[in-house]
């Protein structure tokens, strides 16, 4: 079975520019929740998503945004980059319903620089 | 407020010697406690969660509500065990949002 997959791995913008990072679940999986690691903050919540709709979020400003395809595949958005948006973008996926467990899986991260 | 505290950011210990990395945490209600650990060049995995009452890898956890810790023991630390471990919180059930402690390195040494 195919792990959570996401891309693109690296990436450079510059300040002011957008960006939109995407993630493909494990077949079956769901629910995809996208969390942001930085040396200084660790990882910390941005959003969840099940069937299309954002069912969680976290502290973020607006410039962060997310969606859901039917297929289950996830997007985030940031817009007008700054600086401190630098950091690695985890999109996680579970499986929901009859044998959840709560494990989520993890990619591998999008490793955002923003200069 | 929902906090999970990881108070050393470095432990290191010789091979064979026993390990506990602390967790604490902070949430009104039952909250269902995990360990997740990356390895070198590996995605973040679960470890074990406090709800199945397992041991992996020879690592246990035990939830004390009463002192709202969840750390992780091993008796005897190998090589393989470097690794970043994070404890993890999970508020609302069948959800995705975890919240993180900031991670613990755990380092063994020959």
């Known amino acids: 079975k195919a792990g959570v997959t996401q891309t693109p791995r690296y990436l450079i913008k510059t300040r002011g520019q957008q960006v939109t990072l995407s993630c493909s679940p494990i077949?079956?999986?769901?629910?995809v929740s996208w969390y942001q690691q930085t040396p200084g903050q660790g990882l910390q919540f941005l959003f969840e998503?099940?069937?299309?709709?954002?069912?969680n979020k976290g502290n973020f400003p607006g410039r962060f945004s997310g969606r859901q395809f039917s297929n289950s595949r996830s997007e985030m958005n940031v817009s007008t980059l700054e600086l401190g948006d630098s950091a690695l973008y985890l999109c996680a996926s579970s499986k929901t319903g009859t044998g959840y467990t709560g494990e989520l899986f993890f990619g591998e991260g999008s490793r955002l620089t923003v200069l | 407020a929902q906090r999970v505290t990881q108070p050393e950011k470095l432990l290191s210990v010789f091979k064979g010697a026993p390990v506990e990395l602390k967790c604490n945490y902070s949430y009104s209600g039952s909250p269902e406690l995990f360990w997740y650990v990356q390895y070198s060049r590996q995605r973040l995995q679960l470890l074990l969660r406090h709800i199945s009452r397992e041991s992996i890898k020879g690592f246990t956890a035990d939830l004390n509500k009463g002192e709202t810790s969840f750390h992780l023991k091993k008796p005897f630390a190998q090589e393989e065990d470097s690794a970043m471990y994070y404890c993890a919180l999970r508020g609302s059930s069948n959800t995705g949002k975890l919240i993180f402690g900031q991670g613990t390195t755990l380092q063994v040494k020959p």
């Open positions: 077949s079956g999986h769901r629910s």
């Open positions: 998503y099940f069937s299309e709709t954002q069912r």
